[in-house]
């Protein structure tokens, strides 16, 4: 408004600069509240007179037009301000919520479980999210510490709901079960209870306890990939691959439990395929295996950070699907006894 008044004294009144004062309530209804717009429109309404009378445009049609103009966009700046802070207190009620469905569905993790230092990273693919299909848990059992990793098929909130049953599931019979085939078996008829159709979620169990070596049960998910303390690094892939949860109709074999050494000093890396199906520029998918030496932060916290960064860095931008990652690493000098017992999921949250 102060550049048009500038602008309007120095060109004089041929140049009809006089309406577009109406543009500091146009603005100001984008921006602030309606008490603003209001206010601005009153400022920009004693302008437009000042001017007028300044430049003797309302002795003719031009000051009232003008005066119409700014009192007409004024009114609509302040209709458009009340509506879009409605929106945004709408908007802030939704996120709360969000944010209090993440909480029930994707709790904290334990940082610590006897032996056990554990980390977990979660990228959604949808912009302002928080949640999506991908799935993790950390529960300590009397057999051992059981975790699960999934990935649901589809996305929105048809996948989040998905994803609170399996969790549900196996919050449970990770509880109660001997084993995870019985774990794995209670998940499945959970989710055959919800699912519908050809929808699916891959994972992979895990149980770690007294013995040196880790259980897994896989359900079609990409294999963990473990890394030694002497730098090497594999996959621990399943002897035979099985269809994910969800697809048991089809009579196939359930997914037999394998294990893979897992001793201090080791590290396990569950995942789900968007980190490893990230593609760059060139269209390249991202190498995890080649990116293990970013686990050798002694925090497991700032080495999961570590790869998430340097998946960012490799797609450069924002991810086209929920990524996400729990490290679990054996601390080094543990091999006792009853180390697991009295640390609950949520102890060290």
């Known amino acids: 408004m102060a550049v ?26 984008l921006v ?12 920009a309404a004693v302008l437009c007179v000042g001017l007028g009378l300044y430049s003797e445009v309302f002795e003719g049609r031009r000051g009232p037009t003008a005066l119409l ?36 569905l994707l709790r904290p993790v334990p940082r610590g479980a006897g032996p056990l230092r554990i980390a977990v990273s979660y990228t959604s693919a949808v912009a302002e999210a928080r949640i999506g299909g991908d799935l993790y848990e950390v529960v300590t059992s009397p057999g051992g510490v059981r975790m699960i990793v999934g990935d649901v ?10 994803a609170a049953v399996v969790l549900g599931a196996f919050r449970e019979a990770a509880h109660d079960e001997p084993d995870l085939s019985a774990v794995g078996e209670r998940v499945e008829r959970a989710l055959n209870r919800h699912l519908g159709g050809e929808r699916f979620v891959t994972a992979v169990l895990a149980e770690v306890g007294d013995a040196p070596h880790a259980t897994l049960l896989n359900f079609g998910h990409p294999a963990p990939l473990v890394v030694r303390p002497t730098g090497a690094v ?28 897992f001793a201090p000093g080791d590290q396990l890396l569950f995942y789900t395929d968007g980190v490893t199906e ?5 269209g390249r998918f991202y190498p995890l295996d080649a990116r293990a030496a970013l686990l050798k932060d002694p925090d497991p916290e700032a080495a999961l950070r570590a790869v998430r960064e340097d998946l960012v860095e490799h797609v450069e931008g924002p991810l086209h699907d929920d990524a996400a990652m729990l490290l679990v690493r054996y601390r080094e000098g543990h091999r006792e006894q009853g180390e697991w017992g009295g640390t609950g ?3 060290a949250a």
């Open 278 to 282: 990230a593609r760059d520029a060139a």
């Open 153 to 162: 098929q589809g996305k929105g909130l048809e996948a989040v709901e998905t």
């Open 234 to 261: 594999g996959y621990a892939a399943p002897p035979d691959r099985a269809l994910p949860l969800g697809l048991a109709e089809h009579d196939t074999d359930a997914p037999l439990p394998y294990t893979v050494p």
């Open 32 to 43: 602030g509240g309606w008490r603003r717009t209001v206010l601005v429109g009153l400022i």
């Open 69 to 104: 103009t700014v009192a007409g966009v004024t009114a609509a700046g302040v209709v458009a301000a009340v509506m879009r802070q409605r929106r945004e207190a709408e908007l802030a009620s939704v996120r709360s919520i969000a944010e209090v469905a993440q909480r029930v």
């Open 345 to 347: 999921p949520g102890s």
């Open 4 to 29: 048009v008044c500038a602008g309007d004294l120095t060109a004089g009144p041929g140049i009809g600069l006089l309406p577009l004062v109406s543009l500091g309530p146009a603005f100001a209804g």
